[in-house]
C-alpha cells in the first residue's frame, strides 16, 4: 500500500502537485529529458483516481496526471507517482498493481488502452536499492525469467539533489518543500526553514509557510522557541499564525499520545486477563465472551506470551 494518506509527507506532496505550476516545474525538474521532451507538459492535467479492487478493496495511487504527446493527436499517456519516504521491498508490485488496475479502469469506461510511466519519488534517509519483481524472483532460472512481469520505473532520489541546488528551484513552494523533505535532521530542517523565511514576500499570503511549519513539527523535533526565532523576520500577523499553528500541533501530538498511552494500557490489561484466564484453564471460548475479543486476537496473544 502507498504511504497513509495521513502522512505529513503524503499530505505537503500532494498539497504541493495539486498546483498545476508547480508541478509542471517539478516535472521539468526531476523527470527525465527524453521522457519531458516527448510530453506536451502544457495539457498536464491531475487525476483523483481511486482503484477498486474486488479482492483488496479501495487502493489509492499516490498521484496520477494525464498529459498529451507532442505531434501526436489525441494520444495521452499517464504518469503515476508512487511516493516513499522509507524504503519498501515490494514496492513493484504495488506499482504492478496500480498500473493493471488502472488498464482495468481504462477497459470498463471503454477507452482505449493508455501508457502509464511510473515515477518512484523517494526522500528517506537510508539509501535504497529498488527491487524489481524480477530481482524479487531472482533464485529462479534466467531461462524462466521471460514469465515474469517487467517494467521500467523512474526514480527519483531526492537525496541526491544538494539543498543549494533545490533552493536555486524558481517556483518558490516547489523549492520550499523540496528543501524541507530533503533535510533528514531537526538542525538541517532549521536551516532549510530560515532560508524560506528570507523569501516570505514570494509566498503571497504566507499560507504555503503555514503548511511548511505544520509539516515539520511532525517529521521533526524542534522547539518552539527555535521555530519562534527562525520566524521572528516574518510579518506580525503571520507570525503569529505560525505560533498558533505550531502550538495546535503540539496540543493535537499531546492528545493523541495520551490517547495511544490509553490504549496500550488497555490492551496490556486485557492481555493480562487472557494469559490468566487461560492459565487457569478457562477455554478460550469462554474468554472470548469475558474479553469481546475474537478467538484469532485470543490466539496471537496466548501465542506471544508462548502457551501456545
Known sequence: ??????????????DLLQHKTEAIAFFEKFLDHKIFELIDIQTLESQNVTYISPDLGSRFSDIVFRVKLKNAKNIRLSILIEHKSAPDKYTSLQIL???VEAHDKQLKEKKDLELIIPVLFYHGKENWNYKSI?????????????FVPDYEVFK?????????????IKEEYLSACMLVMNADTASKSKKALQEIVKRHKKFGDGKQILKIIRYLYHVRD???????????DLPPTLIEEAMTTYQQAIEIGRKEGIEKGIEKGIEKEQSKVVVNSFKNNISISMISNITGL???SLRRILKDNGLV
Do not use: V
Open 294 to 296: 475474537d478467538e484469532s
Open 156 to 168: 527519483i532520489n531526492l537525496k541526491s539533489y544538494p539543498q543549494e541546488e533545490l533552493a536555486e
Open 97 to 99: 498493481r496500480y498500473i
Open 134 to 146: 524480477k530481482d524479487l524472483l531472482h533464485k529462479y532460472p534466467k531461462s524462466l525469467m521471460g
Open 222 to 232: 524542534i522547539k518552539i522557541n527555535d521555530i519562534e526565532e527562525i520566524i521572528e
Open 1 to 14: 500500500m502507498p504511504e497513509n494518506l495521513s502522512s505529513p509527507h503524503d499530505i505537503l506532496l500532494k
